[in-house]
């Protein structure tokens, strides 16, 4: 069974870049698994923030970009501020099954 | 304004039924996939199940098979999740999504717990 890997945390200071990551304990992350990064915040419910690798949901500011990354996803927070600190979830959809998996999340501390 | 809006959550003993709904607006219905994540406390997102733009294709997570059924009704743009033989580790904030590879609008969800 695949199971998406994202780091348990991170910090970064404010205005400060910090990049994390989502791969696969199998196998790599390709563009056609259309990787996607969701931000929740305790209570409320997820924000879509990148979907399709590198393309920024709705509304969603320039600082936070989608990548690739070696064999992962990656996403990229640049000048990070308070408010940014939340639960980062990546997502993917695995089209041979019509699943979409999660990965765990990365905790998101910003200080 | 693009919304979607769930509701139907509740308590309910273990073996027991609910059925979840999601109204939508704003956008076409018809021309979205539709899907059911679920957050349980302190835990984070699982998908549980999607729904093609025509209702012909349906997928589930492994642990809800058999169990759940998700539907929609174009006429009335809305979703639904039928839950039976509900068990604890099925407590959870269960959030509808409009989804378009990932691009996902979220409702605020709904709580259902499983306890006698």
């Known amino acids: 069974q695949t199971v998406v890997t994202q780091e348990p945390s991170f910090s970064v200071s404010p205005g400060g870049t910090v990049t994390l990551t989502c791969g696969l304990t199998s196998g790599s992350v390709y563009t056609t698994y259309y990787p996607a990064w969701y931000q929740q915040t305790p209570g409320q419910a997820p924000r879509t923030l990148i979907y399709?690798?590198?393309i920024r949901s709705s509304g969603v500011p320039d600082r936070f970009s989608g990548s690739m990354l070696g064999s992962k996803a990656a996403l990229t927070i640049t000048g990070a501020q308070a408010d940014d600190e939340s639960d980062y979830y990546c997502g993917m959809l695995f089209m041979d099954d019509g699943k979409w998996v999660f990965g765990g999340g990365t905790k998101l501390t910003v200080l | 304004e693009v919304q979607v809006v769930e509701s139907g959550g509740g308590l309910v003993q273990p073996g027991g039924s609910l059925r979840l709904s999601c109204a939508a607006s704003?956008?076409?219905?018809?021309?979205?996939?539709m899907t059911w994540v679920r957050q349980a406390p302190g835990k984070g997102l699982e998908w549980v199940a999607n729904?093609?733009?025509?209702?012909?294709?349906?997928y589930y997570v492994d642990s809800v098979k058999g169990r759940f059924t998700i539907s929609r009704d174009n006429a009335k743009n809305s979703l639904y999740l039928e839950m039976n033989s509900l068990r604890a580790e099925d407590t959870a904030v269960y959030f509808c999504?409009?989804?378009?590879?990932?691009?996902?609008?979220w409702g605020q969800g709904t709580t259902v717990t499983v306890s006698s």
């Open positions: 399709n690798t590198n």
């Open positions: 999504a409009r989804s378009h590879y990932g691009d996902n609008v």
């Open positions: 729904i093609k733009k025509d209702g012909s294709e349906k």
């Open positions: 704003g956008f076409m219905f018809n021309n979205y996939w």
